[in-house]
């Protein structure tokens, strides 16, 4: 199965105590599946690697781990357009009421008529109202 992917399901392949069966059999499904995400992914991935090791949940020493465990699965990251962020992507933001990062992964999935695997509960409805699927809790 395809779907387009956000950092909170993302992260709740990294911490244990995040995931659930759902999430786990998305990502299994990977093994046969292909994922995308936005061009800001990777950036919200790190940004929340480097908050928990702030707070002091995950340690330094575990990131050339993780980051291999993420390279090894099948997500394409697609490259941000300043041409659709400009349009697109904050229009949608801004009609839907949603943050420009949440409207990347909305932009996204609508784009490429797929279903949004996403933990975020706002991002979920919002999707749904769309007519888009939302996969996860």
């Known amino acids: 199965m395809a779907f387009v992917l956000d950092a909170s399901m993302t992260l709740a392949w990294v911490f244990?105590?995040?995931a659930t069966e759902k999430t786990?059999?998305?990502l299994a499904s990977?093994?046969?599946g292909q994922a995308y995400a936005p061009g800001l992914w990777?950036?919200?991935v790190a940004n929340a690697f480097?908050?928990?090791?702030?707070r002091s949940r995950l340690d330094l020493s575990e990131w050339p781990r993780i980051r291999h465990s993420l390279d090894a699965l099948p997500i394409a990251v697609d490259p941000v357009s300043p041409a659709s962020v400009w349009s697109a992507v904050l229009e949608l933001a801004h009609d839907r009421g949603l943050s420009v990062h949440h409207?990347?992964?909305l932009e996204l999935a609508r784009r490429m008529s797929l279903p949004l695997a996403t933990l975020d509960r706002c991002l979920a409805a919002e999707a749904r109202t769309l007519g888009v699927e939302a996969l996860g809790r």
């Open 16 to 18: 244990p105590d995040e």
């Open 24 to 26: 786990d059999r998305l």
């Open 30 to 32: 990977l093994l046969e």
């Open 42 to 44: 990777p950036i919200e």
């Open 50 to 54: 480097l908050a928990a090791t702030r």
């Open 103 to 105: 409207a990347m992964y």
